[in-house]
């Protein structure tokens, strides 16, 4: 079976890799120690078809150490211990070099088998994974490693690989290609920073090229291309940093008032189909973020959600959008925000006492109690339904958590608390 195309042509050298500059160009930190031959323990970190697995076969290519390849998704411990035999046989005399793909599957017993090794030298460990390393990997493995990040590849940065595809799969079919203007642009853009995902798609694009005539080459269409690369550039793993980089995206746009930008990354999480994410970060931002500023915009998102959870995708976007620009264009305030949190964080610190006695639920008072009565004061026995009493707790007396927004509604609520006050103080 033929592998892949992206695995066939895979490139051999630095100078074929795409992308990655901040890395692999001349002076940058790894290619200065990948061109020392003297390789330490390395974690590569970033999304698929980056050159993670590319950049760590080239390395392995340079030294004298015996490659061996495990996947964190199958591999075992007894595949570990059968690695670890070969050190210091003749089938390893200068040491192995692991290359440990997805290393994020690999449970901690599993990770903790390999300390010993990696640290005298005798396994050198290149690991990749497309999760954050500080959350999912080992930290003893993690302090004797380096971790570099990859990043999408530019859409520019791709083209020479999808070029460079194009001309194999013509030397491997043995025919030519008439590529339509724009093919390549789209595909490059289309599979978002994924080089492989951008030469796969390639390879369908010639393979499913109808046959010419003799004579002729083969058509690769734009519309072809947009039909085999739609949504290939939906990243979106619901338990990795993605998901949480676009929700973070998006509600932070709202908070921002940009509704280009709050457009844009509901789209992409609606084009996910993560609709309970959408409408779960839009009801918080509505509350959070224009809260007091709008108090009206919060039934107004929660009856926009649920239209759009009753309809569903795809038409489920249209409320959505309308309740996400609303609130890009509402007024902001996060002073209910503020509010409850310092609350909060006073009751997780202890500060709380005792509720007054004129506020708890009237019951009996037994003999010890010399002063008997509740002595609530009702306020709607008095002027404005208003009368000044302590309601917090004595050792909170005075304390303030919330503070007036500076926006047009709550300080109308504060001309208007402020004069009741004034007119009772007066008294």
């Known amino acids: 079976m033929s592998s892949p195309l ?5 490139p ?3 100078e074929e890799a795409v992308g990655q500059k901040h890395l692999l160009s001349r002076g940058a930190p790894l290619r200065n120690i990948i061109e020392t031959g003297i390789i330490p323990n390395l974690i590569f970190y970033g999304p698929s078809g980056t050159g993670k697995t590319t950049v760590a076969n080239i390395i392995a290519a340079s030294t004298n150490k015996k490659l061996c390849k495990l996947n964190g998704t199958n591999a075992s411990i007894s595949d570990i211990r059968n690695i670890v035999a070969q050190i210091d046989t003749v089938a390893a005399p200068n040491g192995i070099l692991l290359y440990l793909d997805e290393i994020q599957y690999f449970n901690k017993k599993q990770q903790q088998s390999l300390l010993e090794y990696i640290e005298n030298g005798s396994i050198t460990l290149i690991a990749s994974t497309t999760e954050n ?4 990997i080992y930290s003893a493995v993690l302090s004797r490693s380096t971790v570099f990040e990859f990043k999408p590849v530019a859409p520019e940065e791709v083209i020479p690989a999808i070029e460079r595809a194009f001309r194999f799969m013509a030397e491997d079919m043995k025919c030519g290609f008439d590529i339509e203007e724009g093919v390549i642009k789209h595909i490059a853009y289309a599979c978002g920073g994924d080089v492989r995902k951008s030469i796969n798609t390639v390879e369908l694009l010639c393979l499913s090229s109808v046959m010419p005539r003799d004579g002729e080459k083969r058509k690769i269409t734009l519309e072809n291309a947009k039909q085999l690369s739609q949504k290939t550039s939906l990243k979106y793993d619901k338990d990795g940093d993605e998901h949480y980089d676009l929700l973070s995206a998006f509600q932070k746009s709202m908070r921002g008032s940009d509704p280009d930008a709050a457009v ?6 609606l084009g996910a189909g993560d609709l309970p994410s959408a409408c779960r970060r839009l009801m918080v931002c509505a509350c959070e973020d224009v809260g007091l500023a709008y108090p009206m915009i919060i039934p107004i998102v929660k009856a926009a959600v649920d239209i759009a959870l009753q309809v569903g995708l795809p038409e489920a976007r249209i409320p959505l959008a309308d309740a996400v620009i609303l609130v890009c264009n509402s007024p902001k305030s996060n002073s209910a925000y503020n509010a409850v949190n310092d609350a909060m964080a006073d009751i997780e610190k202890g500060n709380y006492g005792p509720i007054p006695r004129q506020l708890q639920n009237m019951h009996y008072d037994g003999d010890d109690v010399k002063n008997k009565g509740q002595f609530y004061l009702y306020p709607h026995s008095y002027g404005n339904h208003w009368i000044r009493q302590q309601y917090l707790p004595d050792i909170l007396k005075n304390t303030r958590y919330y503070v007036y ?5 709550e300080q109308a609520a504060k001309e208007y608390w402020d ?9």
């Open 419 to 427: 004069k009741i006050k004034r007119k009772e103080d007066k008294k």
């Open 405 to 409: 927004g500076d926006n047009k509604n």
């Open 133 to 136: 390393p500080y959350f999912y």
């Open 6 to 10: 992206a695995d066939r042509i895979r």
């Open 264 to 269: 844009h990354y509901l789209g992409r999480i």
């Open 12 to 14: 051999l050298s630095l």
